[in-house]
């Protein structure tokens, strides 16, 4: 088993703003492998936020190459599994591009491996960073174009109200909001909720600090509205713990660490009743593709990040009416 490691710079196509922070690009490294005549890709996200860097991510691997005595899959599987380091985003890279391996090797797909029904793709929302009404009109162009049909607002509790305004003046799909943390209280929760409700949202993501479970268990009782959680879940123990504080958990495979986690956390959060929305750190289409294969067993599905970037040197995954379509991943653009 040959690794090769690309760092690369994906450029949004517009600036993205967030609750804590504005950014033009995401740093990535891509993860070749090449096992007999088969190539297979990985991805790991760096958005700033996060501990992991590039020079983490190459030293993980190549680490991890180093130490592996067999080139067989299963044992490269296994030591990742009871790898208890963090570097996730690294963890996820090879760990999708093990299963892309597998599932070449074995002649299926990684969804037939899985065991995954293929039908019912979900709708996936298109995110729109908190932003002025005239770059919103250009996101909601954007979006239209390619046929999207719900959109995630991102909103930080300073101008949530005129962020819905210019969005209903923009357009009449439904939508959801992100909150990032953003909002302050239960109290503050609950009446922006109330109002969201009226205004025709859908679902409302991590509202309060992710740590904040007490105040998140009182503002799910009261609210109208489903409430996700995406910092506060992390990986599979936290699903337990988010249960009785919140109607629906956000999985990204940058935060459990690949494929094997986040379809285990899908089967517990079935298991707890709590709805799924498959999620992404503005992956490009290798990352996407990745964990658009797990999003048939979700409710939602936030894999726009193709969409959002300038330069994504693959395609993959597309959103056809609105919601998810598998294709099979192509490099566009050779390192
Ligand atoms: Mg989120």
Same mark, same amino acid.
């Given at each position: 088993?040959?690794?090769?490691?690309?760092?690369?710079?994906?450029?949004?196509?517009?600036?993205?703003?967030?609750?804590?922070?504005?950014?033009?690009?995401?740093?990535?490294?891509?993860?070749?492998?090449?096992?007999?005549?088969?190539?297979?890709?990985?991805?790991?996200?760096?958005?700033?936020?996060?501990?992991?860097?590039?020079?983490?991510?190459?030293?993980?691997?190549?680490?991890?190459?180093?130490?592996?005595?067999?080139?067989?899959?299963?044992?490269?599987?296994?030591?990742?599994?009871?790898?208890?380091?963090?570097?996730?985003? &690294?963890?996820? &890279?090879?760990?999708?591009?093990?299963?892309?391996?597998?599932?070449?090797?074995?002649?299926?797909?990684?969804?037939?491996?899985?065991?995954?029904?293929?039908?019912?793709?979900?709708?996936?929302?298109?995110?729109?960073?908190?932003?002025?009404?005239?770059?919103?009109?250009?996101?909601?162009?954007?979006?239209?174009?390619?046929?999207?049909?719900?959109?995630?607002?991102?909103?930080?509790? !300073?101008?949530?109200?005129?962020?819905?305004?210019?969005?209903?003046?923009?357009?009449?799909?439904?939508?959801?909001?992100?909150?990032?943390?953003?909002?302050?209280?239960?109290?503050?929760?609950?009446?922006?909720?109330?109002?969201?409700?009226?205004?025709?949202?859908?679902?409302?993501?991590?509202?309060?600090?992710?740590?904040?479970?007490?105040?998140?268990? !009182?503002?799910?009782?009261?609210?109208?509205?489903?409430?996700?959680?995406?910092?506060?879940?992390?990986?599979?123990?936290?699903?337990?713990?988010?249960?009785?504080?919140?109607?629906?958990?956000?999985?990204?495979?940058?935060?459990?660490?690949?494929?094997?986690? &986040?379809?285990?956390?899908?089967?517990?959060?079935?298991?707890?009743?709590?709805?799924?929305?498959?999620?992404?750190?503005?992956?490009?289409?290798?990352?996407?593709?990745?964990?658009?294969?797990?999003?048939?067993?979700?409710?939602?599905?936030?894999?726009?990040?193709?969409?959002?970037?300038?330069?994504?040197?693959?395609?993959?995954?597309?959103?056809?009416?609105?919601?998810?379509?598998?294709?099979?991943?192509?490099?566009?653009?050779?390192?």
């Amino acid at each position: 088993m040959q690794s090769s490691l690309y760092p690369y710079q994906l450029k949004f196509k517009y600036p993205f703003k967030i609750s804590h922070g504005l950014r033009s690009y995401t740093d990535v490294v891509y993860v070749k492998l090449e096992h007999e005549n088969y190539t297979a890709w990985g991805e790991a996200t760096l958005p700033p936020y996060l501990s992991e860097t590039q020079q983490s991510v190459i030293d993980f691997i190549s680490a991890f190459q180093k130490s592996m005595p067999s080139n067989n899959i299963g044992d490269w599987f296994d030591k990742l599994s009871n790898d208890q380091s963090g570097n996730m985003s &690294a963890k996820a &890279a090879l760990d999708m591009a093990l299963w892309s391996l597998k599932a070449q090797t074995e002649g299926k797909t990684i969804g037939e491996l899985l065991d995954i029904e293929k039908r019912g793709f979900p709708l996936c929302t298109y995110t729109i960073g908190i932003c002025t009404f005239d770059e919103m009109k250009l996101k909601v162009d954007d979006a239209n174009n390619v046929g999207f049909e719900i959109f995630k607002i991102k909103l930080n509790g !300073e101008n949530d109200e005129e962020m819905i305004r210019n969005l209903k003046k923009l357009s009449s799909k439904p939508f959801a909001v992100d909150v990032n943390q953003g909002w302050q209280s239960p109290i503050q929760a609950i009446e922006k909720i109330n109002w969201l409700a009226g205004e025709g949202c859908l679902l409302v993501e991590q509202p309060m600090l992710k740590n904040e479970l007490r105040e998140m268990k !009182e503002v799910k009782e009261k609210s109208p509205l489903p409430i996700f959680a995406d910092e506060s879940c992390q990986g599979f123990s936290d699903i337990e713990l988010l249960k009785d504080c919140f109607d629906g958990v956000n999985i990204k495979l940058m935060k459990c660490g690949g494929i094997t986690e &986040a379809f285990k956390m899908i089967k517990k959060a079935k298991e707890l009743d709590l709805k799924i929305l498959i999620g992404c750190m503005s992956e490009s289409s290798v990352g996407c593709s990745a964990a658009a294969i797990l999003s048939s067993m979700a409710d939602y599905a936030d894999l726009d990040g193709p969409y959002l970037i300038a330069n994504d040197p693959f395609e993959g995954m597309k959103v056809e009416h609105g919601r998810i379509a598998l294709h099979q991943l192509r490099q566009k653009i050779k390192f």
